[in-house]
């Protein structure tokens, strides 16, 4: 199983974590927002299958990354009232393969654009409905450091990467 370097028991000194920013024991700076949307295969939504509303979206597969927080699909649908209860999902091992298996035509992924951007640049991903993409500021690409006073090199490192991440 893929599991997240223990950053507060010094296996890593410091790490970049994909969430909401919150993980006990750690102080978490963001780098970045990440925005959510839904994603398939252009094939899937061809023609008059394409969903008009989120309700739609519980006639397809939902690809679900296997997390130990999966929190993106609750998100997206808290923000459309969308109740995922009667949702088909399929759980997938990690993220990239949610992503071959949307690519695949296999389902509905949540799409973080920053790692599929080549793949909707490319029309390979399309958003399934769009208009209804998740800007929320808690979600997105995070510093995490253990609590306490920071080592000079963990301050520029991060410093570096807050930069980079900017643009800059």
Do not use: K
């Amino acid at each position: 199983a893929i599991g997240l370097a223990d950053v507060a028991a010094g296996e890593v000194d410091v790490a970049v974590r994909y969430g909401r920013g919150t993980w006990p024991g750690l102080r978490a700076r963001r780098l970045m927002p990440e925005r959510l949307s839904v994603v398939c295969a252009p094939s899937l939504v061809a023609g008059r299958r394409r969903p008009r509303s989120p309700a739609d979206l519980l006639r397809y597969p939902l690809l679900v990354s296997h997390a130990q927080l999966p929190f993106e699909w609750d998100a997206w649908a808290r923000q459309h009232d969308l109740d995922l209860g009667r949702a088909q999902t399929v759980h997938l091992h990690d993220y990239n393969i949610v992503v071959e298996a949307a690519l695949a035509g296999q389902g509905m992924a949540m799409g973080r654009h920053r790692l599929i951007a080549a793949q909707l640049a490319s029309g390979a991903l399309v958003e399934a409905l769009p208009g209804t993409a998740l800007d929320d500021p808690r979600i997105g690409w995070w510093f995490v450091s253990p609590r306490g006073p920071a080592a000079p090199a963990a301050v520029a490192f991060q410093a570096w990467l807050a930069q980079a991440a900017a643009g800059g």
